[in-house]
Nanobody, 122 residues
Framework: VQLQASGGGLVQAGGSLRLSCVASGFTLDSYAVAWFRQAPGKEREGVSCISSSGLNTYYADSVKGRFTISRDNAENTVYLQMNSLKPEDTAVYYC????????????????WGQGTQVTVSS
């Protein structure tokens, strides 16, 4: 069971990135998936979640209106489209999955991928 996060990089403020989280060894279609981030010296923050069906989503206030989470169960992949990036979005971003998770909240995830670094320059 593995989750592989990718798509991070260096971008200027106002730019965009799309992160991908690909599952291997299991199918994601029964799992809620969340994106978390952790900046140096700060606590980990739940950024966004999506239900197994894709019908329900959650966003932290800090990213509402700028980030969009989506999933393609046929590709076993969850995406995080990040627009209007700010320097304060700089962090290592992680994806995580939880089986049949209800309610949809950014806590209690069982499987974690490695992080991908997002750096936003001012």
């Amino acid at each position: 069971v593995q989750l592989q996060a990718s798509g991070g990089g260096l971008v200027q403020a106002g730019g965009s990135l799309r992160l991908s989280c690909v599952a291997s060894g299991f199918t994601l279609d029964s799992y809620a998936v969340a994106w978390f981030r952790q900046a140096p010296g700060k606590e980990r923050e739940g950024v966004s979640c999506i239900s197994s069906s894709g019908l329900n989503t959650y966003y932290a206030d800090s990213v509402k209106g700028r980030f969009t989470i989506s999933r393609d169960n046929a590709e076993n992949t969850v995406y995080l489209q990040m627009n209007s990036l700010k320097p304060e979005d700089t962090a290592v971003y992680y994806c995580a999955a939880a089986y049949n998770k209800r309610p949809l909240t950014p806590s209690g995830y069982d499987y974690w991928g490695q992080g991908t670094q997002v750096t936003v320059s001012s």
